[in-house]
């Protein structure tokens, strides 16, 4: 039974309806505030406004639990595969044998691009960075798959889901083949997603690609950690672009236009250039300082988060696969594995990290395990991209099929200027 708030406003009031969800924070409904009141609430960076209801992912971000329509994250990491991850967001439940079976047909055989895709990366620069790449050729893709840009008809709204999830690892493979100057590799289905992908990004016509199954495990893994995380920056981007009617594929390069930035998904990357730039453990209490200082816009990259103040619970899993990959590649004593050790250690000591609340993100150890499987720092949010492609997708199908959904609209405290009259040029 929904409760209600009373919100006092000098001499007036207004009657709130105070909502419920299965776990986590009640909601205060406030749509008729306005209507009511004439007042708008204001929370810039929605650290306190929940935008949508969702069945698809769940954080506690003091406790440091992240589950997947109800499966925690490390069952998930440790027991299933990324295609099934996907799966499970889409459609809300562990595939049986045969709905895997099923799914995993269909996703295999979307990987390929249309032929004509290729002209577009001629365009770039060689130096282009790989995300500006990615921006454009999957916006591009709705150019070329008009078949299922009609969002109001379920089928086109699944058959673009699956071509988004098969097809980014294709065109982020493009991307890092053009940006080192090799031909590009075409998929293959007698792989798994995560052997594809590592098979377009390393293989040459030169010689046979050998699969190492570890570092494709590991490269599976990655991708189920990264897959979707409620509300985030980007998401909620695809979700504000999907809501004007927008195409799946232009919703989706927005969420990677938005992903880009070095405060969200671009962390890795600058993760991995701080570690470098720190070089060794007795420059850590510099950069510490630093994090610490006001007056210095340097942050500790990969550390902190809007809603974890707790431990990130894929950092955990990512470092532990981190050490897995390293091991297995026989990289010993690497400097920047032993820097970010250290600097974990050091700030998770510090009184400013633990009065903050500050802990390692799943962005920490990413990138050392990137670089050793080895991607350049620069195709590294082109990764996480790939893998969040189905938490977007998943939220934006999600959002379509919500009776109740209207175009986002959010309005502002207006401080600028009163309304005033023209003033002809020799007048001002
Ligand atoms: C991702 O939202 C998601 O779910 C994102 C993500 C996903 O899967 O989609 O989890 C992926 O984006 C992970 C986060 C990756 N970003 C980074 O690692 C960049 C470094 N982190 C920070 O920029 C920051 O922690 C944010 C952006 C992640 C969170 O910013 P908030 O919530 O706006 O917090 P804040 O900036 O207000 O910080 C609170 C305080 C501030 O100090 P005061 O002003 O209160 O004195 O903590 C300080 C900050 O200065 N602080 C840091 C810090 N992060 C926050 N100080 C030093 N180093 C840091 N990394």
């Known amino acids: 039974m929904n409760q209600s708030a009373k919100l006092a406003l000098g001499d007036k009031s207004a009657e709130l309806t105070l909502r419920s969800g299965t776990i986590g924070p009640d909601v205060v409904d406030i749509a008729s505030l306005y209507k009511n009141t004439g007042l708008f609430t204001y929370d810039p960076g929605f650290t306190s406004t929940a935008s949508c209801e969702s069945k698809i992912t769940y954080i ?130 007698d792989l798994s997603y995560a052997e594809n992908f590592l098979h377009m990004c390393f293989a040459v016509p030169c010689e046979p690609y050998q699969i190492n199954p570890v570092l494709a495990k590991a490269m599976d893994r990655i991708f189920i950690l990264h897959a979707d995380h409620e509300q985030n920056a980007s998401t909620s981007t695809v979700r504000l672009a999907g809501s004007s009617g927008a195409n799946p594929f232009a919703c989706i390069a927005a969420g990677i236009a938005c992903l880009w930035g070095p405060a969200h998904g671009g962390a890795n990357e600058a993760a991995l250039n701080m570690l470098a730039e720190i070089g060794s453990k007795d420059r850590i209490p510099e950069f510490i300082a630093r994090a610490k200082d006001k007056n210095d816009p340097f942050r500790l990259m990969g550390f902190g988060h809007r809603v974890y103040k707790n431990y990130d619970p894929r950092a955990k899993i990512m470092q532990q696969t981190c050490h897995e990959v390293l091991n297995e590649l026989g990289i010993k004593d690497d400097p920047l594995l032993e820097v970010a050790m250290e600097l974990e250690h050091i700030a998770l000591h510090d009184e400013y990290f633990i009065e903050k609340k500050l802990y390692p993100n799943v962005d920490f150890y ?43 609209r959010p309005r502002q405290l207006y401080t600028g200027a009163p309304q005033r009259d023209y003033l002809s040029v020799g007048d001002r």
Not at 93 to 122: G, I, K
Not at 374 to 402: S, Y
Request: hydrophobic fraction near 40%; charge should be negative.
């Open 60 to 189: 506690d971000g003091d406790e440091g639990v992240l589950l997947h329509r109800g499966y925690p994250i490390d069952q998930l990491a440790e027991r299933g595969d990324f295609l099934e991850t996907c799966y499970l967001l889409l459609y809300g439940e562990l595939p049986t044998a045969s709905e895997r079976a099923d799914f995993v047909y269909h996703v295999t055989r979307h990987t390929m691009v249309h032929e004509q895709m290729s002209r577009f990366y001629t365009g770039f620069r060689r130096d282009a960075h790989p995300m500006a790449v990615m921006v454009g050729s999957v916006g591009a893709l709705s150019a070329f798959y008009h078949d299922s840009t009609d969002i109001t008809d379920p089928h086109q709204r699944m058959v673009a889901s699956i071509r988004m999830i098969a097809k980014t690892p294709t065109l982020a493979a493009m991307a890092y083949k053009y940006h080192i100057g090799q031909p590009f590799v075409y998929p293959r289905n």
């Open 366 to 408: 990413s990138g050392i395990t990137l670089k050793a499987l080895g991607f350049p720092t620069t195709m590294f949010t082109v990764l996480f991209a790939v893998a969040r492609t189905v938490g977007w997708i998943a939220q934006w199908k999600e959002m379509i099929e919500d009776p109740h959904q209207r175009i986002g």
